[in-house]
């Protein structure tokens, strides 16, 4: 596998076509211990000793394809100030990951240059953008909005919002403000030197005169894929822009990006560093994906509370398509004894904030939802998401949403940890469906039935254990 | 202005509550406007008021009293937690002793390469389980040193430091002292002799299992002849060969087979459901008690499973006891498995969920130490919590004192870092696992029983001696997974430790905040955010260690 530095292309000489360069053939750290112990800097520092066998090579180097590995052993190395330093700490986050390692220094650099990053979920994309945030913000202005967050949803800003806070807590001075509907105060307008907020709310702020845009240095679109080609929201996305100072350095992150908003993301932000994923790599290696036979729609509810004794079960999210079924689902969780969480477009603002605070906090361990939070939301207990119903898209759901399922899946196997996901087929379209999405992204999902709940648990126990140590496990193809 | 409404709401409640002639009256009465109704109403308020603050009154000096007769209370649960301290350490030193006595008749067969003892703590530990594995390339960081001799807190159950020059047999001679510390300190036997199924089951391959793994990791830990065994692998080990008696029991038992497994994922399950109480009550309820109801279902053992020897399963040898539940030689192995399936199911939870957000930990700790404390599932007066210690001892060895690098193969097999097909996990994960689990082990060791009738099965001074065990390590040998399970150890119980140590606590954490990071030869990320986390709580909570 090329590593992802390899990819990373300079605005001069930005490809026409979303093309990607050859892999070099993986020649090392495949060996899977055979190689003499050698030191590449990676293990720096080794202990020499008489006794103990160095740990090999090949064991550091194999997690070098992983979108986790790096090779910088620390923020410090990065160049970042010690308080934001002691934030991450404080996070137990202990060295970036690669997509931090790799678009860090080319996003703090001066002077300052767009960027469109792409990396799996759950690879800590949204800590890359609020670093270069936080070291671009001067906190002598602390009422000075400077940088600007963009995210398609209340929740999303809201979570944005937090996690700068957490990383700049030990940043004095410094205010974050969400720009969500409810939020901002109508008297003082923004008061904060971080702004993260959703596109309409903020472009009505700055209309009213309420935004003093005028010294912003970061604009950063978070799940830019969906926000600049979202009908609505790629508009707004526009008149923003167009709003602010003409010098603004424009990041743009997603984990997914399709060809046809490659190109306007392009536009969006003119000569920018790249950094690029082929469509094969975009699932996570560490989640466990499988699918469950049902025999009928109706044994759907009574086989989703089984799942939860088949195996160790932090926080769960389940996606449906209607409010119905998430209200009824609720119900039966509920009598099973779960602590859950219903959350749909019919929830208002304030409602869904508090319901997700529910999850976030850990009130409650089972999120249902539709598809408003299939995307970038973060926590980081969950292990398992299930697709209670395929995500579909188009005219009366005709075809597959590949994206959807994807940030779906996403929402378990955070940085590293173990996920689990399944997805409930139970007819022909179901089942099509599914096939469909593993052709996409060349997925081998593992089946399950639900006849025998004994063999079944073994057979998970076997998925988990062995998705741990090797991504491309399959033992049963989705083809019958 | 803003005064003014409360009062003139709680008229209105009267006026509610009485009878609706007083409303009419209010309304049609002719008099509404006279001076007399006014001075009624003025009357019926002052009334009004001299009661709500006389109640108010007299609810307050209730307050004050029970707030004296629990402060009298804690006063007196101190110290009855520092006596029982004090007999522990008595105990224990005066056992150390005894040990000590002993060891000298034994002859050391190989000269160890283990580089020197840590005073204080740890002793035996390392050479419980790793002579057994390869005796000639264990040793630990090949920088043998000085002894150190940390100034530690005053550590229950500590051991009097030895030269460092100790020929090894002596500390394989001495038992781990958290095994040690919370059991009815009795006469000391030899380990073995009561096991008499021991050596039936010791027959059957030793996968040690921790590691589990593709028969990579370690090789078991086997006992040698000079050193006693380590007891907690041996437990581990048991349990996996009771884990395969119940499956082929299930072969034969169709009732057995019937209800075993669905008992297993309804555990797991109640264990998953805990979710964080945030000081609310009552909010696990459900799921304890199913759990409970579960438990005593195996225990009632009407499937007929096989009755086992519970020896097997503990770190020191029972005697029946006066009016003890459970005096027999033996209980149900269904009962036995779930105990060790409950156990197992809340590992994992710490791994899984707490690695992520260690504040999961919490309710799974309260519902262990609540469940592993019922007197029904005592044997022999004493709860099986050994099942739980034995998997926490093979999962994270630095709280038993265990040391190791990680940057050697053998370091890291010491420091319980897993291997998945032959290759060691991610840094990543392998420090997430490690996090869960001392959060998992502070949300066991620092339950609160002053209230409770029950006994509590995992006291606050293993929480103690297992810290002891990592601040001692010798700087040359500090790791950074001692520092993750330290932080995580740590990080939002430090109130409920200072509770039970007082002062002696916070000298503690400023030891393993302040001190020990300090001494660490490479300041990593690990140990620098003990050092942060320091500081976190001089800004949240205002404790100010340095």
Known sequence: MADLASRITKPSDAPAEDAVAPAPAATEGQGNGTEEPADDGVNKGLVETTYDVEVKLSDLQADQDSPLYSGVSSFEELGLPKSINDGLLAMNFKKPSKIQERALPLMISDPPTNMIAQSQSGTGKTAAFVLTVLSRVDLTKPTQPQALLLAPSRELARQIQGVIQTIGQFCDNLIVEAAIPGSISRETGVQASVVAGTPGTVMDLIRRRQFDVSQLKALVIDEADNMLDQQGMGDQCVRVKGMLPKTIQTLLFSATFPDKVMNFARKYAPNANEIKLRHTELTVKGISQMYMDCPDESKKYDILCKLYGLMTIGSSVIFVKTRDSASEIQRRMEADGHKVSALHGAHEGQNRDALLDDFRSGRSKVLITTNVLARGIDVSSVSMVINYDIPMKGFGDKEPDMETYLHRIGRTGRFGRVGVSISFVYDHKSYEALSKIADHYGLDLVQLRPDDWDATETKVQEVIKSSRARPDYAPNALDK | MTGSSPLRRQSYHRTNGSPQRNVLEEILGDDRNSEARHRYLLETAK????????????????????????????????????????????????????????????????????????????????????????????????????????????????????????????????????????????????????????????????????????????????????????????????????????????????????????????????????????????????????????????????????????????????????????????????????????????????????????????????????????????????????????????????????????????????????????????????????????????????????????????????????????????????????????????????????????????????????????????????????????????????????
């Open chain 2, 47 to 546: 009334r009004e008021h001299d009661r709500v603050r006389e109640e108010a009154e007299r609810v307050y000096r209730e307050q004050l009293q029970r707030e004296e007769r629990q402060r009298l209370f804690d006063a007196r649960r101190k110290e009855e937690e520092r006596i029982k301290l004090e007999e522990a350490l008595a105990a224990d030193r005066a056992r150390l002793n005894e040990l000590k006595a002993k060891k000298i008749a034994i002859p050391a067969p190989l000269p160890d390469p283990e580089p020197h003892v840590v005073p204080t703590v740890n002793g035996n530990a390392p050479a419980a389980s790793l002579p057994t594995n390869n005796a000639s390339t264990q040793p630990n960081g090949a920088t043998s040193q000085r002894p150190m001799t940390v100034p530690a807190v005053p550590v229950p159950g500590a051991h009097v430091p030895k030269p460092p020059t100790a020929p090894i047999p002596a500390r394989t001679q001495s038992q781990t002292p958290v095994a040690v510390a919370h059991k009815t300190p009795e006469p000391v036997k030899p380990a073995n002799s009561v096991l008499g199924i021991n050596g039936l089951l010791n027959n059957t391959s030793q996968p040690n299992g921790a590691t589990s793994d593709s028969g990579t990791s370690r090789s078991a830990a086997q006992p040698s002849t000079q050193s006693r065994p380590d007891r907690h692998a041996e437990i581990h080990k048991n349990l996996k060969i009771l884990r395969k008696s119940m499956a082929d029991q299930a072969k034969t038992n169709a009732a057995l087979k019937g209800r075993m497994g669905d008992m297993r994922r309804e555990i797991r399950k109640s264990v998953g459901q805990l979710t964080v109480t945030l000081g609310v009550a009552g909010v696990n309820k459900i799921q304890q008690q199913n759990i409970l109801r579960l438990l005593r279902e195996a225990r009632s053992n009407q499937m007929q499973s096989q009755l086992m020897d519970p020896s097997n399963f503990v770190l020191e040898p029972r005697n029946p006891i006066e009016g003890g539940a459970n005096n027999d030689a033996t209980l149900p192995s269904i009962f036995l498995y779930l105990i060790n399936i409950f156990a197992k199911a809340a590992i994992a939870q710490f791994i899984n969920e707490a690695g992520a957000r260690p504040e999961t930990a919490d309710p799974v700790g309260v519902c262990v130490a609540a469940t592993l404390s019922e007197p029904d599932f005592l044997w022999r007066g004493t709860s099986l919590i050994d099942i739980m210690l034995a998997k926490f001892r093979i999962v994270c060895p630095v709280l038993f004192g265990y040391r190791g690098s990680e940057k050697t193969e053998q370091g890291r097999q010491r420091l319980g870092w897993w291997k998945d097909s032959g290759r060691w996990v991610p840094e990543q994960q392998h420090m997430d696992r490690m996090t869960g689990l001392g959060a998992g082990f502070a949300s066991i060791s620092l339950r609160n029983f002053a209230m409770s009738k029950k006994t509590n099965p995992l006291p606050p001074r293993v929480y103690w001696t297992a810290m002891a065990r990592i601040i001692n390590t010798p700087p040359a040998e500090i790791s950074d997974t001692q520092c993750v399970v330290l932080k995580a150890m740590v990080e939002s119980y430090e109130q409920k430790f200072i509770e039970f140590y007082g002062t002696a606590a916070i000298a503690a954490l400023r030891t393993a905040l302040l001190d020990f990071p300090a001494r660490a030869p490479q300041k990593s990320a690990a140990v620098n955010s003990l050092e942060v986390l320091a500081q976190m709580l001089k800004r949240d909570t205002g404790l100010v260690l340095g």
